[in-house]
């Protein structure tokens, strides 16, 4: 039922949302469905809405030009990346969204999701990125200690699911 009014919603150009609140979740937005609807009548989200959004997958960081969202990390090894990678390549299929991957220094992953087709970002790019989200990584334990640091020292909350799961 969430899933269908949040596409609803998508339609009409509003952000999904849960029943009974104005709040984007991360769990809301797992719950839609894509279903490869991406293109030119894709409707852009509106700039007002993105920070609500980013609030939904804080992993996620917004681009200068506000038309991408990205995030990176350091896989343990090159197969961790690549497990990685093939875990995404399946999601984006069954989705019919695709994002752009990125592979350096043999563990450096970068994803970066945007809807080509209207040159920003839309409702299938956050729903995607929570999607993502919820992909066992197998992080490098020395990037993980770094970051949550980082995160502890900046005062932000204790790291994510993903993280958790892999430490």
Known sequence: QVARASWARLES???AVTEGSDAVTSEGLRACKIGGCCGASTPLLPLETLPSH???VPDWTLSDDRTTI?????AKSWQAALNFFNSVSVLAEEEGHHPDLHLTNYRNVQVD????AIGGLSLPDFILAAK?????VDF???WLRE????KAKAGTPASSTAEQSAG
């Open 13 to 15: 150009g509003m952000p």
């Open 54 to 56: 980013l609030a939904a």
């Open 70 to 74: 990205s995030r990176s990390f350091v």
């Open 113 to 116: 999701l945007s809807t080509h």
């Open 132 to 136: 993502i989200d919820a992909i066992e």
């Open 140 to 142: 490098s334990p020395k």
């Open 147 to 150: 970051r949550q640091a980082m």
